[in-house]
DNA sequence: TAACCGTGGTA
DNA sequence: TTACCAAGGTT
């Protein structure tokens, strides 16, 4: 073995951590682990990992759970999408795989949610199987050992990264490898301040040979930001407020809110009390309304207000809103967002 | 292909 | 405060 895999190899035995989903090779706990972590620190995913794993401890019992419920235990990962396609890839999984998680390459990146690191991570590090898991540890450790310059969001950067990987897994253990190179990225060969001098890899690195290490890897895109105005309406019944179910191809998909009104920008607030409601009444009186709340999105900013409204007298369900007892509000899935005004207003959590 | 899809940590 | 970005995938 050469000079890469054995140091990379001995750093790996001497300060990987002890992850929960690595106890046991049970392929649904690593499919598991592997989407909640998808652009998501261990730190924050491990607490999603345990909450899932005692839920539903095999795939049909993630498979007969109701897609809400799932989604209720995902609140604030974000992406929630991972969550809905986790659901959905367990039915298929126990209904066409008779609960038996699919141990070749091809069926599981067939799998909703899993693309080409998903998979080759499943594969290598449950089945033994030569795929190289290319994420973003990756990308950074050979753009900077072996000083490639291409952009890694590329196709061409994609394909010659890929290339590289797949020769460096080549005669060694697949699962092992993959996780030793995820691992020194994730500790040693961080993105920001390297721990270039306790490297093991120092005397060979071309990045650090070169002063690179803080250009690479390189990306060239960058994603702008879109604004959206949000205004929120809590409809105080007494005992219970409105809730509504995010549908579309929109953010927060299948996620409750609070009965929302969208405008392209922002109101004063003497403009939102001549503004449409989201459901209309006679019977309103609005108690107060919020100072302005920023919400950042990878990719969208949300300026987002709540008003209250109290409802005097009786008031007929607007379909499609449900009508929800205040005490049961924090069994529905909410974005962070919501979450947050409904704390502010006493309610939920 | 490029835009879209969340949240939280860090410098 | 801003900018970057983390065990990416889908459309």
Redesign the pocket.
């Known amino acids: 073995m050469d000079n890469f895999h054995t140091n990379i190899y001995n750093w790996y035995h001497i300060n990987k951590?002890d992850?929960p989903?690595?106890k046991d090779r049970d392929p649904y706990k690593i499919w598991l682990?592997?989407i909640i972590?998808?652009?998501?620190?261990?730190?924050?995913g491990k607490n999603y990992f345990y909450r899932f794993a005692e839920a539903y401890p095999t795939v049909n019992d993630l498979a007969s759970a109701h897609e809400d419920e799932v989604l209720k235990l995902w609140?604030?990962?974000?992406?929630?999408?991972?969550a809905r396609?986790l659901h959905a890839s367990a039915k298929i999984i126990a209904l066409q795989y008779n609960g038996t998680f699919p141990n070749d390459y091809k069926n599981i990146l067939a799998?909703?949610?899993?693309?080409?690191?998903?998979?080759a991570?499943i594969a290598s590090i449950a089945f033994d199987l030569p795929f190289p898991?290319v994420?973003?540890?990756i990308?950074?450790v050979l753009s900077r050992y072996y000083g490639i310059e291409t952009p890694i969001d590329?196709?061409a950067g994609k394909k010659e990264f890929q290339q590289l990987a797949e020769e460096l897994i080549r005669g060694q253990n697949p699962g092992m490898h993959n996780?030793a190179l995820?691992?020194f990225?994730?500790l040693q060969c961080v993105?920001?301040?390297p721990k270039c001098e306790t490297c093991p890899l120092s005397d060979s690195c071309f990045a650090l040979k070169n002063g690179l290490v803080n250009q690479l890897?390189v990306?060239e895109?960058?994603?702008?930001q879109?604004h959206r105005y949000f205004y929120y309406y809590i409809y105080d019944m007494g005992d219970s407020i409105l809730l509504d179910k995010r549908s579309g191809?929109?953010?927060?998909?299948n996620l409750y809110q609070l009965p929302l009104m969208e405008y392209e920008k922002a109101l004063s607030d003497s403009e939102l009390l001549k503004a449409d409601l989201p459901v209309k009444s006679s019977q309103l009186n609005i108690k107060y309304i919020s100072g302005q709340k920023k919400?950042?999105?990878?990719?969208?900013i949300i300026h987002a207000k709540l008003i209250y409204l109290e409802v005097q007298g009786n008031f007929n369900n607007p379909s499609p809103l449900i009508r929800v007892n205040k005490k049961d509000i924090s069994k529905f899935a909410v974005?962070?967002?919501v979450e947050q005004f409904l704390h502010e207003a006493g309610l939920g959590i």
């Open positions: 951590r992850l989903w690595r682990s592997e972590l998808q652009q998501t620190r261990v730190e924050q609140q604030g990962l974000g992406y929630y999408s991972r396609n799998l909703k949610g899993v693309g080409p690191y998903t998979a991570a898991a994420d973003g540890n990308y950074r590329s196709s996780q995820m691992e990225g994730a993105p920001k301040s890897p990306k895109k960058k994603t702008k879109r191809s929109d953010i927060w998909q919400h950042v999105l990878s990719h969208q974005s962070r967002l």
